[in-house]
């Protein structure tokens, strides 16, 4: 617990508007995307990096874990103050501090939500690609924290590609930066891409400078639809080897196309085994050419129809069977583990056959679609927590999906991270030295072991061990 | 020293064929492209991973320093065998190991030679960018070792972003695997981009999953004359604010220029104060268009002339005012220290004219080019070590040099790392918390301070101190 005077500490540094201690405000701050929920014994909102710092130094002293949080829109945990203490939460600090056009690099603090960010750059024709589904709300120094994925990494890379700069709050206090404005740098280690993804176990973001790139001229999208997995898995694959990159390659399985065509009144002719969304990106020009051969290179691989759109209005429209997805799930059951497991993309059709076998042995509903030009497919384990058995089943099935990603050569998180969620499951894919390795870093670190604690790693007690 | 029982442990782990002893031998391994040289007591050429693993046990216990090396090409000292010791050549382990077409990845050994590899993936249309001047002979272990650069980052990324996955000795003797051949990974720490750029200081590389891309299917070379440096530098600004992000932007300054026109019979306009080479690649039927859209967009910035290549011979004949710099250069004074500053691009022209005022100030010539679209600039100071004084106004120049990049928000070091050459202004861009963190991660990593000891960091009695 913390105490009235730490409380007031607390006040002192952040300013008494700032600091929350009633039920009603802890609550808010409790949970994030998982729908689990951790009650802080205290939220502060603070201002600046100095305020960051001083939090850092006295939670240091006193020996109380801090929790950095966005806008707590992940999927694993990783901003859940699992252990009480302070939630420190950075929306406060929502300045883009800089648009720089002519060297096309941006700074911004870490509380800017990401599609605000966006459409700030695009307004001046420039471009920030990573766009994971929650970027309505996600802030970006949550996204750097979890390394956001989205459907144009494909084309462009994840958060870390465009993550060049950082100034962090250190766990012990100290305020670092790391990288900067420039597009090479290699003096010291990079600790910006070791930021990247660390789920705010290393240091607390307080400022990020990003990559741009010059905003595409215009896009076009096309809606496939196939009559078997295969043939969207057998595109990708020649797409890519045609040397087109398409900005997005999206796919949604047969039983994905099943939920919705139960639940919307969206057409999807009875034979469509799976959908793709192509986008592709770039010169106006060029774009009619790149369908046309796009459409000629999936032609014989069992298309059951090809839906291509002219204006922005239609590219919506298609993308409308995409967005139907998480609704129509409802209707199958009322709770869903959403894992993002990640293969080489050769691999998506074998991977969605042991899903449906892991499926069938659970007997329970899993729906598959995602990112397939990545390799990276949302596993979608569908059960009804209040029927007894699911919850369990449920488990079974992940550990299961787990592995069979891991026989692929895959991994069990492509844009999620580990949080609490996959914690458990971390000795599947990190070998006991690795994961040494990587706890030596976070022990040298943050010897207190004070900032985000038991996240990534359940056993932080090996610390000591070690 | 090692003694002689130590040698032999060697000869039982990596075969009595694979050490070296005698003087001749050593000195072969005991200098690289600083022409600095550090004799070591003994060189290996370990077979496998196993071997390096071993190897590195070895010197632990017997409190060995260990210094890893490529093919001995680095700018900056990286591999040289400071302190006696063990120097570990990975030259032995040059197998590529997979190109995976279907899902553009390739695994290879550290010894691969870097231009090997490219013509092996480009045999089957594929494509890995980086390039850097050494690529005829130095290793893609060392590449990644050094984060190496080239021309074609500005529009294809550094080495580091192609890198996906590693396999690593770690300094006691661990084997890890860190990330893999997917193209997402969000699970425990990025230790694949912790170790690139790492200098070889916290781990063997000893394999390496490589992100490929496919094969742009032509490229057009266009060489432009500028009467200034202005001019050119502003060229660059507006073909990026024209959303086209050619291949390569190279340049080189008056005083290039002036180096060859002096030492050539290369056509070299009187009034040509600047030159850009820029590459545009991809879609054949594109590329004119391209070059076009370049060729209108520059002309008003003094343009004193442009000469556009039709075919591969008429390109490599555009290159050849670049590559005769460096025998052209040697004319000037024998003596080159080679510092590659990086700035935001759109500083270019100011840190030319710092540099151009430091020339003045130590009445030494310094000559300029490099990859402006990156804003990363050679910067040559040509001296004659033999003249008294010479060394010591080089010295004086490069720390001026150093500072003039890092107050326009620039780095010391765009691509060459620090190694032991820049390890003595450390101090002007790295703060001491930051570099407390480094050296915090290299003392978890690397308790007895074996692997490639003082590098980066000349004091590494501060992991003492600490």
Same mark, same amino acid.
């Given at each position: 617990?913390?105490?009235?005077?730490?409380?007031?500490?607390?006040?002192?540094?952040?300013?008494?508007?700032?600091?929350?201690?009633?039920?009603?405000?802890?609550?808010?701050?409790?949970?994030?995307?998982?729908?689990?929920?951790?009650?802080?014994?205290?939220?502060?909102?603070?201002?600046?990096?100095?305020?960051?710092?001083?939090?850092?130094?006295?939670?240091?002293?006193?020996?109380?874990?801090?929790?950095?949080?966005?806008?707590?829109?992940?999927?694993?945990?990783?901003?859940?103050?699992?252990?009480?203490?302070?939630?420190?939460?950075?929306?406060?600090?929502?300045?883009?501090?800089?648009?720089?056009?002519?060297?096309?690099?941006?700074?911004?603090?870490?509380?800017?939500?990401?599609?605000?960010?966006?459409?700030?750059?695009?307004?001046?024709?420039?471009?920030?690609?990573?766009?994971?589904?929650?970027?309505?709300?996600?802030?970006?120094?949550?996204?750097?924290?979890?390394?956001?994925?989205?459907?144009?990494?494909?084309?462009?890379?994840?958060?870390?590609?465009?993550?060049?700069?950082?100034?962090?709050?250190?766990?012990?206090?100290?305020?670092?930066?790391?990288?900067?404005?420039?597009?090479?740098?290699?003096?010291?280690?990079?600790?910006?891409?070791?930021?990247?993804?660390?789920?705010?176990?290393?240091?607390?973001?307080?400022?990020?400078?990003?990559?741009?790139?010059?905003?595409?001229?215009?896009?076009?999208?096309?809606?496939?639809?196939?009559?078997?997995?295969?043939?969207?898995?057998?595109?990708?694959?020649?797409?890519?080897?045609?040397?087109?990159?398409?900005?997005?390659?999206?796919?949604?399985?047969?039983?994905?196309?099943?939920?919705?065509?139960?639940?919307?009144?969206?057409?999807?002719?009875?034979?469509?085994?799976?959908?793709?969304? *192509?986008?592709?990106?770039?010169?106006?020009?060029?774009?009619?050419?790149?369908?046309?051969?796009?459409?000629?290179?999936?032609?014989?691989?069992?298309?059951?129809?090809?839906?291509?759109?002219?204006?922005?209005?239609?590219?919506?429209?298609?993308?409308?069977?995409?967005?139907?997805?998480?609704?129509?799930?409802?209707?199958?059951?009322?709770?869903?583990?959403?894992?993002?497991?990640?293969?080489?993309?050769?691999?998506?059709?074998?991977?969605?056959?042991?899903?449906?076998?892991?499926?069938?042995?659970?007997?329970?509903?899993?729906?598959?679609?995602?990112?397939?030009?990545?390799?990276?497919?949302?596993?979608? *384990?569908?059960?009804?927590?209040?029927?007894?058995?699911?919850?369990?089943?449920?488990?079974?099935?992940?550990?299961?999906?787990?592995?069979?990603?891991?026989?692929?050569?895959?991994?069990?998180?492509?844009?999620?991270?580990?949080?609490?969620?996959?914690?458990?499951?971390?000795?599947?894919?990190?070998?006991?030295?690795?994961?040494?390795?990587?706890?030596?870093?976070?022990?040298?670190?943050?010897?207190?072991?004070?900032?985000?604690?038991?996240?990534?790693?359940?056993?932080?007690?090996?610390?000591?061990?070690?």
């Amino acid at each position: 617990m913390v105490s009235e005077q730490i409380i007031n500490e607390l006040k002192s540094i952040v300013g008494k508007d700032n600091v929350f201690t009633s039920k009603a405000d802890r609550i808010c701050y409790s949970y994030d995307a998982t729908q689990q929920s951790f009650l802080p014994d205290v939220v502060v909102h603070p201002g600046s990096t100095e305020e960051i710092s001083r939090v850092m130094k006295l939670a240091n002293r006193e020996l109380i874990p801090v929790f950095p949080r966005g806008a707590g829109s992940g999927f694993t945990g990783g901003s859940l103050p699992t252990r009480g203490g302070i939630v420190m939460c950075t929306e406060r600090m929502d300045r883009i501090l800089l648009i720089d056009e002519e060297n096309l690099v941006a700074t911004v603090e870490p509380g800017v939500v990401t599609e605000h960010f966006q459409k700030e750059v695009e307004k001046l024709g420039l471009f920030y690609p990573p766009d994971p589904a929650s970027l309505k709300f996600s802030t970006l120094g949550g996204n750097v924290a979890e390394c956001a994925g989205g459907p144009r990494c494909i084309k462009y890379g994840v958060t870390k590609d465009f993550i060049i700069g950082l100034e962090v709050v250190t766990p012990t206090g100290d305020i670092i930066t790391t990288g900067g404005p420039t597009m090479k740098g290699v003096v010291g280690y990079d600790l910006t891409k070791l930021m990247c993804g660390s789920e705010g176990t290393l240091g607390v973001i307080t400022r990020i400078v990003i990559k741009l790139l010059p905003l595409p001229e215009a896009k076009k999208t096309m809606l496939v639809l196939f009559d078997s997995i295969d043939g969207a898995a057998q595109a990708v694959s020649s797409i890519i080897r045609s040397k087109i990159i398409p900005a997005t390659l999206e796919f949604m399985d047969g039983r994905t196309l099943d939920c919705v065509r139960q639940a919307t009144d969206l057409e999807v002719p009875e034979g469509a085994r799976a959908v793709l969304i *192509i986008e592709v990106d770039g010169d106006r020009e060029f774009l009619d050419k790149q369908a046309a051969r796009i459409a000629k290179i999936i032609k014989p691989l069992g298309v059951v129809e090809t839906r291509i759109a002219t204006t922005p209005e239609e590219s919506e429209a298609l993308w409308q069977i995409r967005r139907s997805v998480s609704a129509s799930l409802r209707k199958v059951n009322p709770n869903k583990y959403n894992e993002d497991i990640c293969v080489p993309r050769s691999k998506v059709p074998e991977m969605i056959r042991k899903v449906d076998a892991i499926a069938e042995k659970y007997a329970i509903p899993i729906v598959n679609f995602g990112h397939a030009g990545d390799g990276n497919i949302h596993v979608n *384990i569908m059960v009804n927590k209040k029927v007894s058995g699911d919850t369990l089943k449920a488990e079974g099935a992940i550990r299961d999906v787990f592995k069979a990603a891991l026989e692929l050569g895959g991994t069990m998180s492509g844009e999620h991270g580990v949080g609490i969620a996959k914690a458990p499951y971390i000795p599947l894919e990190i070998t006991p030295e690795a994961a040494r390795y990587m706890k030596a870093i976070k022990q040298a670190l943050d010897p207190n072991n004070i900032l985000n604690p038991g996240k990534i790693f359940f056993d932080d007690e090996d610390f000591v061990a070690e």
